[in-house]
């Protein structure tokens, strides 16, 4: 247990170090494709664009909404911050977590800048680690990350994070690295190759899988590109995202169910049901929930066969 929480803290501090630097210096062997649109980025200072080292663009497929609290894991010089910030609007929310004091300061400046070209004040940067993250539980609407999870050597205490930090219903959108297969010890200890974002990939099939046993549900992946070889290991960059759902008190079967619109002949959902393309199958009432909002929403027609005519419920503008 000592030696763990030993390499977890000797690692941490590699990465500061390589991050203190890159806070001021490009690095160019950390410059993934983002592919950033110039209309959300126009009110950004062009210091911030030369200091960012995602490998996607979580914050532009996180369909975030007009007042909407996000938190940007690994914000780094706050780009993702910043395009959030001009989509929630000044009601919403955005909080930037880095442990890195330069990255902070350098966000911190540009901070000042963006508002000011904005109108408004929505953004706050605080220092601190993924692992313990500085935000109150369930009272986040959207998480996104963009190459950061790859760097922590406690994934699982990453995604325990997210978890309690994210309201019910609330969602995670993540960029990040994977490898097509499992890096070798020599391959992690090598600092620059983690610091580099490579070293510290898990495969997708280990990352999701660690996603999903910390209970996140409706999980989909999209596969942005292949970034490099290193070694003999191809390292590409991903895009998911998961859900987050707090089971009713009262959970029951009142005769709710859900009829699959299709295309596939069947399809089946985390918690095991299994859905026949135009079959009722009963469901109970947080099963009904989840299926009326994203990311299933539209796909099911819910019936409510215990009340008079029974009633159909699709998903409305409060729900989606
Ligand atoms: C590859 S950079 C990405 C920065 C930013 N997301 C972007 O797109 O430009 C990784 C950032 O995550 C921060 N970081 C790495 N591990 C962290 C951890 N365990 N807790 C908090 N921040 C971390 C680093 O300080 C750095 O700013």
Request: hydrophobic content about 30%.
């Amino acid at each position: 247990m000592q030696t763990i929480e030993k390499n977890t803290e000797v690692k941490r501090e590699d990465v500061k170090e390589f991050y203190s630097k890159a806070a001021s210096t490009l690095q160019p062997s950390l410059c993934c494709p983002t592919n950033y649109q110039a209309e959300d980025v126009s009110h950004i200072p062009v210091d911030v664009l030369k200091i960012s080292y995602g490998c996607g663009s979580p914050v532009s497929k996180a369909s975030i909404k007009e007042g909407e609290t996000v938190v940007d894991l690994g914000s780094g010089g706050g780009i993702d911050c910043f395009i959030a910030a001009k989509t929630t609007g000044k009601n919403g929310k955005i909080i930037g977590i880095d442990m890195t004091d330069e990255m902070l300061s350098q966000a911190e400046k540009s901070r000042i800048y963006v508002e000011k070209n904005l109108g408004y004040s929505n953004i706050e940067f605080r220092k601190g680690l993924l692992e313990d993250i500085p935000v109150d539980s369930n009272s986040v609407d959207v998480i996104i990350s963009n190459c950061v999870i790859n760097l922590s050597i406690l994934k699982h205490k990453v995604f325990e994070e997210i978890y309690r930090i994210l309201k019910n219903h609330g969602r995670l959108v993540i960029s990040d690295i994977v490898s097509d297969s499992e890096v070798p010890e020599e391959m992690r200890s090598d600092k620059k190759l983690w610091g580099e974002c490579i070293s510290g990939a898990e495969t997708q099939k280990n990352l999701i899988e660690t996603a999903k046993t910390t209970g996140f549900y409706g999980i989909s992946i999209g596969h942005d590109y292949t970034w490099k070889e290193v070694n003999g290991f191809k390292f590409s960059s991903i895009t998911f995202r998961g859900w987050k759902f707090t089971k009713g008190k009262e959970c029951v079967y009142k005769g709710q169910h859900a009829i699959y619109k299709g295309p596939f002949l069947n399809v089946s959902d985390d918690d095991g049901h299994i859905y026949p393309v135009g079959e009722p199958v009963e469901i109970c009432t947080d099963t009904a929930t989840k299926l009326t909002r994203p990311p299933y929403a539209g796909s099911f027609i819910i019936i409510d066969t215990s009340k008079n005519g029974d009633e159909i419920i699709e998903c409305g503008p409060k729900c989606c």
